[in-house]
């Protein structure tokens, strides 16, 4: 059974950054595509980064301000976010997609991931 477990979540000022991480066990290879999300109050849960073996994909609001990166040894996936804005405010979510590795590089879609964790809370605010 694949548990995540997210760390690193918490209360920001604007402009500032966070880097969240997510632990993975239960996952015997590494063949998997790994991603965050997140979902707003009253906002459907929405992609944010993913990560195949070697490619990774953004939305268009974590561009240029957000990066994913993934240690296969650790079975971790991370998120820095710099630049912070209000409206990044939100639950996040780590989750893997371990049907398709590939597509987690060119895409970040909710209904592609079959194990999710727990979130954590990221709140952007003076």
């Known amino acids: 059974q694949v548990q995540l477990v997210e760390s690193g979540g918490g209360l920001v000022q604007p402009g500032g950054s966070l880097n969240l991480s997510c632990v993975a066990s239960?996952?015997?290879?590494?063949?998997?595509?790994i991603g965050w999300f997140r979902q707003a109050p009253g906002k459907e849960r929405e992609g944010v980064s993913c990560?195949?073996?070697?490619?990774?994909f953004h939305a268009d609001f974590a561009k240029g301000r957000f990066t994913i990166s993934r240690d296969n040894v650790k079975k971790a996936v991370f998120l820095q976010m710099n630049s912070l804005k209000p409206e990044d405010t939100a639950v996040y979510y780590c989750?893997?997609?371990?049907?398709?590795?590939?597509?987690?590089?060119?895409?970040?879609?909710?209904?592609?991931?079959?194990?999710w964790g727990q979130g954590i809370q990221v709140t952007v605010s003076s």
């Open positions: 239960g996952i015997t290879s590494d063949l998997y595509g």
């Open positions: 990560i195949s073996e070697s490619s990774t």
């Open positions: 989750a893997t997609d371990t049907v398709d590795v590939l597509r987690s590089g060119y895409g970040c879609y909710v209904v592609d991931y079959d194990n």
